[in-house]
Structure formats: structure tokens, C-alpha cells
């Protein structure tokens, strides 16, 4: 395991009822495949040895002892395997038989987890066969001339690297309280399913809720592996599920009604699950008392890395399946955040410095929304575009339209002058465009603001969004400072997509939302101009513009594209990962549009800022937390302002 990674497999080998040796080979051939990929662990259907469907054949002593013979053989296949196997076979203890998981590595039986719910309904009779679990009694059997500890406990495997996985068996999950419940809170990774399931209509959508529910509640990876064709198809039909989930998610699942063995591989991330079981209390206090015993599984050789798993380069975006509720969601998150602020300080009047760009833009959308929801007169809303020395007629005039078209109350306030005298107060060459002339414009905005909000009795709305706050790339008591952040929990690249969604609201006739613009107005002229908003260049317009009027200050030529920043936020803040393994994660999402010289850089640049900008975020106005991500001190975030980065640092320059 390498970056808290580890390579599991399900597996769907082919079958014959009741053929031990035919079923032997083929979960060797698979075995081999799984070991020549790479994969750690293994595991493979119930009672895969001799079948699922021998119903009264399970009564004969003959393929019991085949069973076992069998087992022998894959001892012996395994003696120069890595890999971990888990697989399916009937174990007689005493004189009960119990439908069993058997787990091997290197020639070695390393234990025997016998099935705890036997389902005896509908279509199912394992009572009829079985033993359960809970009627065992704790003692030492021979299975394939090794000796084994049976018993009802928790039993827990480990591997050489520290992973631990449990084991359950097809009904256990579907139980009240399956036992992954208590294998999850004694330590356990990852559950593996060996599983017999037949397909009916519905039952596979039923299945993978389930399986993805367990593995969220659990924070785990789940590894199910249920029998498909070539068992009986008398009076049901099995159509083979390879599935691996992590904490909900999906990462692999093979195709169902295959003829053909099917071997799906997928990386868990157990750092990830173990950062998340760490930040969850409720998790934490759940542990308590939850104990199982431990089998180490046998050394093994370290493989060369190969991250195999996809990493969405964009953690923070919704996938395009959801972007349309996800949008709705946020943006109404947004909204009765600020409804309620404006309603708890009796306030019917907003101020907003409008600037053309993005946050300014979204900003505004939300505050209309909270107005409306209100039933207050868009007129409360005042906006103030202020030209500076930077000011293109693009973003002006975008500003301008945005504010006619949206019904609110516009204002215009030149701040060169006011901005010249104070150079002059102060002392500062104009011509110099350091970063004195860039902030003394911003917090002459912000100024502006405050006063004219104290002037009308109104809330200033921030706009600054949650990427700028995480690079510190706003200006401290300039547009730093706000009544209240609408867009503190929205990074820069949500900020896109949501305008996005607005553009397609208001040029959707039919859309309920689509009386949101003013009704002397067609939604199509706002669509068309919350569009060019999205497709102007970022920019805090702090510099003067080039020779022919276009933006010369881009944001994303100074501090780096926004897309690689929120990457490392998601990944530093959400998950707490090192440098090192975000660059991995990094060059996987970004493979082909970055390289790695650029990668690192950025990488660099983001540790530097993070930690350098903490003072701004310890005293950031309220704003709602929309996402998984906060850096509010009061909410997700909270770290001294003068922490060093150098351990971040120096693994950036490692790499």
C-alpha cells in the first residue's frame, strides 16, 4: 500500500454446481489475473467452492470432502502469492455445517468466518442446510489438515501494511444490524461480501442503495462479489455482481447476465476513510467498546505504484446528472442564509459594490432571490458599480446591464479621484503599481460601501467566494470585511457553473423561476449577459488595462488557475492529505493539461498562501457553509495564524 491506497478485486469466476475442481480452476485463473494486476485482496462468491445452488447436495459427504480437498488445492496454488484470498466453501464443525468465507495467502489458512443470517424466506433455505454463526461455539478445527479457530467473535484480518478488512456473507448486510456494523467500530477498513444473490426486477437498484448506504454509515470500502452464471437457474436466475464501494461510492461494478468470469479491480483509499472516521465524533463515540480479534496476514514484497482510480478534477463541481439540483440547492442555501440575517436585523436595505465579474455577479442573484423570497422591493438593493484606474468598459457595462435588468437600485461612484488624493495624503507615486495602489483602491470600495450602507440603514453582501479566502487573495479590511458572505463557502469554480445555471434559468420560459428577471425585460437578454460574465477573465481590475481597453490583471496569471487550487483545498481541508499524495491525485485528474513542473508549482504556491492568509480567515464575516468545505472559524476551519508551513513546504520542493 503506497499513499494510503490499497488494490482490491471481485471476482465472478465461472462455475459448475457441484464441481469442486472445475470451480477450483477457475478461481485460480482469476486468482492469478487479480495477483499479476496487482490487487492485495481478493474475494469471491458464497460458497464458490462447490457452487450456491447444490441445495440437498450440501448433505453428501462426498462433496464436503471434495470441498475440502479443493481448499487443499488452493493452498497449494497460493504458496507463491501475495495476494489475499476470500472465497466460499461448505465447513462442517462438529457436527453442524456452516456456509463459511475461508481466507488464504501464501499456502497459509489464515481463518474461517462462518455466515451469521441464514435466510429461510421466499426463494431461500439455508436453515434447511446451515448452521448460523451465533450457534457456534468457540473452539480449534482441522480444515485441510490446518488448524483454525472458529468462533462468533469479530475476527478481523491485517495486513502487512495495517490495513484491516472484515468479512460478511450475502444476508449479514441485509440484517437490521449486519456484522460489518461492529467490524467497522472494532477497526475493520473494508468488509468484503461473499455473496449469492439472485436478480429480480428491482432488486439490483435495491442492492446497490444498500451496499452504498452500509459503506457510507460504516466509512468503509465494500468489496461484494455475488455468483453468476453457471449456477442453477431451476427457479431463479444469478447474474454475477463485482462491486466496490467507497463510503458510498461507487468505484467499480462489472456488467450483469455476463456468460464470461468477470474481475473487477478498484483502489480504496484508506487514508481517506481513516481521515474521515477521525473528524466524525459521532463515529468515534460509536467505537466504543467494539472489539474483535486480530490475524495478521503474511509479509509481503512492496509492488511498484500504479494509481489506477479516477479523480475528479473537479471535487467541488456536481456531476452534470445533478448540476441542476445541485445549483437550485446551493443557491437556495445561499439565499435563506441571507434571508435570515436581513430579517433578524430588521433590515430592508442591501448594498453590494457590482463589478462585472463573477462573485460580485453572483452575489447580487442570490440577493435578488432573498428580496423576492422576502416580498421586499428589489429597489432596497443598491448597487454601486465604482470605476478605478483598472475599470474595463466590458465589466462596466456588464455591471451596468446587470443592475438595469435585475430591477435594483443603481448607483455610480468614480473612486479615482478620492484614490488620487489619498496617494497624495500618503505619499505614494501613482505610477507605481505595487500593491499600496492596488489595495488603497479595494478598501476605498469597501468604504464606500460601509458609508452608504450606514447612509440608507442597509447590510453590505460580501462577495468574496471560498478560493479567494483560502489564498488570502483579497484585500484585509477592504473587500476582505461584509456584513455577511453570501459566497464564503463557494469556490471560484462553483461560482461558474452556478451563474451557469442561472443564464439557463432565465432563458427557460417555462421555468417556474423564470418571472426572476424584471418584467420589462426578456430572460434571454440576461442569459446572454450572465454569459459574457461567466467569459471575462477574473480580475480584480486594480491595474490599468492595455492599449486597447482589455483586461491586463488576471487573476489566474498570478496566483494560478483556479481549477488546480480548489483540487489541493478539496484535498488538503477535506481529507487532510499530505502534498505528496495530492500531486499524485493531481497529476492523475489534470494528466495532459498540466505538467508536472506546473503542477508542483502551484502546489507550492497554494501551501505558501494557505498558511501565510490564515490570519484573514480567523476573522472572516458570517456566511453559509454550502459545500463540504468551510473555512470559517466557526464552522469547519479553525487554525492558529501564525502555523508554519514548512513541513508543507519542504515535501512540496521533495517532490
Known amino acids: 500500500m ?9 471476482a465472478i469466476p465461472g462455475v459448475r454446481v457441484a464441481d469442486v475442481e472445475y470451480n477450483v480452476l477457475q478461481i485460480e485463473s482469476l486468482l492469478a489475473q487479480a495477483e499479476g494486476r496487482g490487487a492485495e485482496l481478493i474475494v469471491f462468491p458464497e460458497l464458490s467452492l462447490t457452487g450456491y445452488s447444490c441445495q440437498d447436495l450440501f448433505r453428501q459427504q462426498l462433496l464436503l470432502d471434495k470441498a475440502e480437498e479443493g481448499l ?6 497460493t504458496r507463491k502469492l501475495d495476494i489475499i484470498a476470500v472465497v466460499g466453501m461448505p465447513v462442517r464443525i ?7 468465507a475461508v481466507v488464504v495467502q501464501h499456502g497459509t489458512l489464515l481463518g474461517v468466518v462462518p455466515k451469521t443470517y441464514l435466510p429461510n424466506y421466499n426463494e431461500f433455505y439455508e436453515k434447511r442446510w446451515f448452521a448460523s454463526a451465533a450457534d457456534l461455539q468457540p473452539q480449534e478445527i482441522y480444515l485441510a489438515g490446518s488448524p483454525v479457530r472458529v468462533s462468533a467473535e469479530p475476527l478481523l484480518f491485517r495486513t502487512c501494511d495495517g490495513v484491516s478488512f472484515g468479512v460478511e456473507i450475502c444476508e449479514d448486510v441485509w440484517a437490521p444490524l449486519p456484522p460489518s456494523n461492529m467490524l467497522t467500530m472494532a477497526g475493520a477498513d473494508i468488509i468484503v461480501n461473499l455473496s449469492a444473490s439472485d436478480e429480480l426486477i428491482g432488486k439490483h437498484r435495491y442492492l446497490c442503495s444498500l451496499l452504498a448506504q452500509q459503506s457510507a454509515r460504516t ?7 455475488s455468483c453468476g452464471f453457471g449456477e442453477s437457474t431451476q427457479d431463479v436466475v444469478y447474474g454475477g455482481n463485482a462491486i466496490v464501494f467507497e463510503n458510498g461510492r461507487l468505484l467499480a461494478e462489472s456488467a450483469r447476465f455476463a456468460l464470461e468470469p468477470q474481475l473487477q479491480l478498484a483502489q480504496i483509499d484508506v487514508e481517506r476513510l481513516r481521515s474521515e472516521r477521525q473528524n466524525n465524533t459521532t463515529f468515534r463515540t460509536a467505537q466504543d467498546g467494539a472489539t474483535a480479534r486480530i490475524v495478521d496476514a503474511k509479509p509481503v514484497d512492496q509492488q511498484d505504484f500504479e494509481l489506477i482510480r479516477e479523480v475528479n478534477p ?7 446528472a445533478d448540476m441542476a439540483s445541485a445549483c437550485d440547492e446551493i443557491l437556495n442555501i445561499q439565499t435563506m442564509g441571507l434571508c435570515k440575517r436581513l430579517q433578524h436585523t430588521h433590515c430592508d436595505k442591501a448594498v453590494i459594490g457590482i463589478s462585472g465579474g463573477l462573485d460580485s455577479t453572483l452575489a447580487l442573484l442570490v440577493t435578488v432571490r432573498a428580496f423576492d423570497r422576502l416580498h421586499l ?3 432596497g438593493i443598491v448597487g454601486i458599480t465604482m470605476p478605478g484606474f483598472g475599470t474595463t468598459d466590458r465589466t462596466h457595462q456588464n455591471a451596468v446591464l446587470l443592475m438595469s435588468e435585475l430591477g435594483i437600485t443603481q448607483r455610480e461612484i468614480n473612486i479615482a479621484k478620492a484614490v488620487t488624493q489619498h496617494f497624495e495624503d500618503i505619499g505614494h507615486d501613482a505610477a507605481v503599481h ?13 468604504q464606500i460601501l460601509m458609508d452608504v450602507a450606514n447612509q440608507i440603514g442597509g447590510m453590505v453582501i460580501g462577495t468574496g467566494d471560498l478560493s479567494e479566502l483560502a489564498l488570502g487573495w483579497c484585500t484585509y479590511n477592504g473587500d476582505h470585511m461584509s456584513m455577511y458572505g453570501v459566497n464564503a463557502g463557494v469556490p471560484k469554480t462553483l461560482v461558474q457553473h452556478l451563474i451557469r445555471y442561472m443564464a439557463g434559468v432565465f432563458s427557460d420560459e417555462r421555468s417556474e ?10 430572460p434571454s437578454t440576461l442569459t446572454k449577459l450572465l454569459l459574457d460574465v461567466v467569459d471575462t477573465p477574473i480580475s480584480p481590475e486594480l491595474t490599468p488595462a492595455d492599449s486597447e481597453g482589455n483586461i491586463q490583471q488576471k487573476t489566474e496569471d498570478l496566483v494560478g488557475p483556479y481549477e488546480l487550487h480548489d483540487f489541493f483545498l478539496y484535498y488538503l481541508l477535506r481529507h487532510g492529505f499530505r502534498p505528496a499524495k495530492i500531486f499524485v491525485l493531481a497529476q492523475r485528474a489534470f494528466g495532459g493539461k498540466y505538467d508536472d513542473d506546473t503542477l508542483r508549482h502551484w502546489l507550492q504556491t497554494f501551501c505558501r498562501c494557505f498558511f501565510s492568509q490564515q490570519f484573514k480567515r480567523s476573522c472572516m464575516p458570517d456566511g453559509p457553509k454550502v459545500g463540504s468545505v468551510s473555512l470559517s472559524p466557526r464552522g469547519d476551519w479553525r487554525m492558529p495564524s501564525d502555523a508554519a508551513s514548512t513541513l508543507w513546504l519542504k515535501e512540496c520542493e521533495s517532490l
Do not use: W
Not at 503506497?2 to 471481485?10: E, H, N, R
Not at 462438529?94 to 463459511?100: D, S
Not at 473537479?314 to 452534470?320: A, E, L, N, R, T
Not at 505595487?434 to 469597501?446: I, L, M
Open 434 to 446: 505595487d500593491v499600496t495602489y492596488e489595495n488603497s483602491q479595494a478598501r476605498e470600495r469597501t
Open 2 to 10: 503506497k499513499y494510503g491506497l490499497i488494490k482490491v478485486a471481485a
Open 219 to 225: 466509512m468503509c470500502g465494500y468489496v461484494y462479489s
Open 513 to 522: 423561476l423564470s418571472d426572476f428577471s424584471s418584467a420589462n425585460h426578456q
Open 72 to 77: 487443499l488445492m488452493l493452498l497449494d496454488f
Open 94 to 100: 462438529g457436527t453442524l455445517l456452516y456456509n463459511c
Open 314 to 320: 473537479h471535487p467541488f463541481i456536481p456531476s452534470d
Open 377 to 379: 422591493s428589489r429597489k
